[in-house]
């Protein structure tokens, strides 16, 4: 299945919710690298995660997808940032794909894989995200969890 998103729909960083996390006071994201994160409206939000509610359910995922252990999504200092990145730059060098991520109904964004695993502690705050990244043609979908453990389904 190929998640395709309304490009009508795509709103100044500026203006979405978590847009703040991308500016120059809270990230090293070049102003080039920024205009890859392309955030959605809160109404293409919302269709997007009746999508996205479906590959949330476990049941679906078993037949389909093979699941990772739960790692370690820890940012409390450089090589953990590191180790959790080389985990996830491994499991997903198969796919090329841009990748939808999703932390409520209404906030979502598409961004490249290259950007998240490059900036992930941008895109993951622990202590109160929980988000569902899925790629685009959903090959593969990544579950974080506040408290700093992510796990991800990879296409059989």
Same mark, same amino acid.
């Given at each position: 299945?190929? +998640?395709?998103?309304?490009? &009508? !729909?795509? #709103?100044?960083?500026?203006?979405?919710?978590?847009g703040? %996390?991308?500016? $120059?006071?809270?990230?090293? +994201?070049?102003a080039?690298e &920024? !205009?890859? #994160?392309?955030?959605l409206?809160?109404?293409?939000?919302? %269709?997007l995660? $009746?999508?996205?509610?479906?590959?949330?359910?476990?049941?679906?995922?078993?037949?389909?997808?093979?699941?990772?252990?739960?790692?370690?999504?820890?940012?409390?200092?450089?090589?953990?940032?590191?180790?959790?990145?080389?985990?996830?730059?491994?499991?997903?060098?198969?796919?090329?794909?841009?990748?939808?991520?999703?932390?409520?109904?209404?906030?979502?964004?598409?961004?490249?894989?290259?950007?998240?695993l490059?900036?992930?502690?941008?895109f993951?705050?622990?202590?109160?995200?929980?988000?569902?990244?899925?790629?685009?043609?959903?090959?593969?979908?990544?579950?974080?969890?506040?408290?700093?453990?992510?796990?991800?389904?990879t296409?059989?």
């Amino acid at each position: 299945m190929n +998640i395709k998103i309304d490009i &009508r !729909e795509i #709103i100044p960083l500026e203006d979405f919710e978590l847009g703040w %996390r991308f500016d $120059k006071t809270h990230s090293d +994201i070049s102003a080039s690298e &920024r !205009e890859l #994160i392309q955030a959605l409206s809160e109404d293409e939000s919302k %269709r997007l995660n $009746k999508i996205i509610d479906f590959f949330e359910n476990e049941n679906y995922l078993k037949d389909k997808y093979s699941e990772t252990d739960w790692m370690s999504a820890n940012s409390e200092n450089q090589e953990k940032v590191e180790r959790f990145r080389n985990q996830l730059e491994l499991i997903l060098k198969p796919w090329n794909e841009d990748i939808l991520i999703s932390w409520q109904r209404k906030t979502v964004l598409k961004t490249t894989k290259e950007i998240f695993l490059k900036y992930w502690t941008d895109f993951l705050y622990a202590g109160s995200d929980d988000v569902t990244i899925t790629s685009e043609k959903t090959n593969w979908i990544l579950f974080y969890k506040h408290f700093e453990v992510a796990n991800v389904w990879t296409l059989k």
